[in-house]
């Protein structure tokens, strides 16, 4: 008997190739799939160029309108206090809190991940001690977690004006924030299917050919739980351009790079509610409401797809 067939072969979650084409194809095939992935896909495609579609960001220089003006034709959406057109910054800003999105959700998944196999593979006093830190992070609300951690990481950073890969300070401090508090339910998650897997029969064949802890969770525990990982990681972006949102929305985002959140805050503090000015806050407002349900729809279709036990509740 060869080292291979005495190891086995473990069964994966997403295949690549040919099984990453399959599931997108069984995805467009749900209605929710496919909704949310129109949605996504316009607002993945202005976002990476925006200035494609609209131009330059506007900046208080280079704004030439009128304050506050409605919508009209030649200002789809308006004008902000600053006669900057709001179709401009809210195709801006849907790079902006894409991006944080994205990269928070990458941070999340991550730690969560590591976290949860860690935990539930080894187990004993370790297992113990990772989910006493997870339930910490998991009772206290993400939210009042972030808005207490985010001035303090800011200030141990330094300058807001420093960049990173073109990316202002700020944002990666919100981006980190994000990462380091919303990871405890994806951990929880991992965990619990690790626990499953690591009593399996591959798993079992792996350590009697000698195979280390570290070898076994890379190379048989993490392709089994990459289906949870791809349809936790979708719900997780919502969450992040929520937080994200709020987080700006308080007056802790970054104004020379305008997110959704920080037109929000923009309009608040402008008055623009009370000036019956909607077409402030209407645009980025329906921005985030369309990319959290398109990430929803996604994230549910996802889970039915590659969750056996809720398509047989279905």
Do not use: C
Not at 209 to 236: E, Q, Y
């Amino acid at each position: 008997m060869t080292v291979a067939q005495l190891q086995g072969t473990a069964p994966r979650g997403v295949h690549v190739g040919s099984g990453v084409w399959d599931l997108l194809k069984r995805l467009l095939r749900r209605p929710e799939g496919l909704i949310g992935s129109v949605i996504l896909t316009v607002f993945i495609v202005l976002s990476l160029a925006p200035q494609l579609f609209v131009g330059p960001l506007q900046t208080a220089v280079t704004a030439t309108a009128g304050r506050l003006e409605p919508p009209s034709g030649a200002h789809y959406f308006g004008t902000d206090e600053l006669g900057r057109d709001m179709l401009n910054l809210t195709v801006h800003g849907a790079r902006i809190s894409l991006v944080i999105g994205l990269l928070a959700t990458l941070i999340t998944v991550a730690i969560g991940v590591v976290v949860g196999i860690v935990a539930g593979f080894v187990g004993g006093w370790l297992d113990a001690v990772l989910m006493r830190i997870t339930d910490f992070f998991l009772v206290i609300p993400t939210f009042v977690l972030a808005l207490i951690l985010t001035p303090i990481i800011r200030e141990l950073v330094g300058s807001a004006a420093t960049e990173v890969f073109g990316i202002r300070m700020t944002l990666i401090v919100i981006v980190v924030v994000i990462g380091i508090t919303s990871w405890s339910s994806t951990a929880r998650i991992i965990r619990s299917q690790t626990l499953s897997l690591r009593e399996r029969a591959f798993v079992d064949r792996a350590r009697v050919i000698g195979a280390g802890s570290g070898h076994i969770m890379r190379r048989h525990i993490l392709p089994n739980v990459i289906n949870l990982i791809v349809a936790n990681a979708v719900l997780t972006f919502a969450g992040a351009v929520l937080t994200e949102t709020t987080l700006s929305f308080v007056g802790l985002g970054d104004p020379f790079q305008p997110s959704w959140g920080q037109l929000l805050e923009a309009a608040r503090s402008s008055g623009a509610p009370g000036l019956g000015a909607w077409w402030y806050f209407v645009p980025p407002g329906a921005g985030i409401v369309l990319v959290v349900l398109a990430f929803t729809l996604v994230g549910s279709a996802l889970d039915d797809l590659l969750n056996p036990k809720r398509r047989g509740r279905r």
